[in-house]
């Protein structure tokens, strides 16, 4: 089973961007649906985008549409998250996600990595 270990979080200024890494020391990701999903402090988890295990079909949030974009190198075990044109409201700790299926619903997700902060300053 997929071990996520996310990175390239950190502190940028509205309009900023960065690129988000999820790494499987595994090298089973590449089975899997991957996604991404952040946590806001005081909110539930909210869905941000998944890729399909090929990488040929991908979706998003509402909220981020047209401005983030999920992909996934399956020979690298990773896959990434590139955030522009950030916003304060941006602001979570994002989550790296394997699963079976491409679902917007935390629960139907099967494994998780531990997070990065992402934060988004005015």
């Known amino acids: 089973q997929p071990q996520l270990v996310e990175s390239g979080g950190g502190l940028v200024q509205a309009g900023g961007s960065l690129n988000l890494s999820c790494a499987d020391s595994t090298r089973t990701l590449r089975s899997y649906v991957m996604g991404w999903f952040r946590q806001a402090p005081g909110k539930e988890r909210e869905f941000v985008a998944h890729?399909?295990?090929?990488?040929?079909?991908?979706d998003y949030g509402g909220s981020v549409k047209g401005r983030f974009t999920i992909s996934r190198d399956n020979a690298k075990n990773s896959g990434y998250l590139q955030m522009n044109n950030l916003k304060p409201e941006d602001t979570a700790v994002y989550y790296c996600?394997?699963?079976?299926?491409?679902?917007?619903?935390?629960?139907?997700?099967?494994?998780w990595g531990q997070g990065t902060q992402v934060t988004v300053s005015s």
């Open positions: 890729i399909s295990s090929t990488g040929t079909t991908t």
């Open positions: 996600a394997a699963g079976a299926s491409k679902s917007p619903n935390v629960r139907d997700w099967l494994y």
